[in-house]
């Protein structure tokens, strides 16, 4: 038998929440039909809006009945799928930026709630300001799965590579980076990150990705990878929407952190100030 496959998505989702739901299930039926046993979909999958505190509006708790749609995805498909990013509501208010792991049966496996908010001025001058609407969570995640143990993350917590190092410590071995990446940012910085946490960490790292227009003040990069723990970009999506497939070796992984040991090599205990 051979490794085991994992599809990752790249779509451009909008305000049009069917619309949405629709593209996703075609996703999903593709990555089944090519015998993947987990499909990643980029964070925003279920709602991309013109305006700050347009996701609030729709946010909904898990149990709601926008995401008892997508469970039920996975569960007509038999397949696990990853939830790169769902508004979670908390409050009138505020919501969380959910990465939610669901079973072939449907049963949500493990919820991460993004740690890292986006709060950030572009050279352009163009402001994010994530945490006006976005309650951060509190905590790692790292969860089984038919493709291995999965370290979870979303977009903004790439640029933090303690994370990936702590998610690898606990026994990840492929990390999910769902993202909904700037046009600009996503130029300049979106595969060096990539292939740098996949180095670092000795680990398969799986980014699925929005991409193009969608409204008139949001336009993401796309370029949806998969990167080997050798940092070899090993699987891409093309323009547009689609998935792209890769296979999760465990034996590579181990040769390549016995290629070059730097676990044994830490020093954990000089690298705080």
Known sequence: MGAPLLAFGQMTAGGDVDKNVAVCAGLVAEARARGASLLVLPECFAFMGAHDDDVSKMAEPLDGALFDRYRALARDAGLWVCFGGFPEKVDGTHHHNAHVVVDEHGAIRAVYRKIHLFDVTLPSGV???????????????????????????????????????????????????????????????????????????????????????????????????????????????????????????????????????????????????
Not at 148 to 159: I, M, N, P, T
Not at 182 to 197: F, S, V
Request: proline content about 4%.
């Open 127 to 273: 402001e994010y300001r994530e945490s006006r609407h976005t309650s951060a969570g509190d905590a790692l995640v790292v969860v089984d799965s038919p493709v291995g143990k999965l370290g979870l993350s979303v977009c903004y917590d790439l640029r933090f590579p303690e994370l990936y190092r702590a998610l690898a410590e606990r026994g990840a071995e492929v990390l999910l980076v769902p993202a909904a990446f700037t046009l600009t940012t996503g130029k300049e910085h979106w595969e060096a990150l990539l292939r740098a946490r996949a180095i670092e960490n000795a680990c398969y790292v799986v980014a699925a990705a929005q991409t193009g227009r969608h409204n008139e003040r949001r336009d993401t990069y796309g370029h949806a990878l998969a990167v080997d723990p050798w940092g070899t970009v090993v699987a891409q999506c093309k323009d547009g929407t689609g998935i792209a497939l890769c296979e999760i070796d465990r034996t590579w992984m181990a040769e390549v952190r016995a290629r070059i040991p730097v676990w044994q090599h830490r020093r954990p205990e000089l690298y705080r100030a």
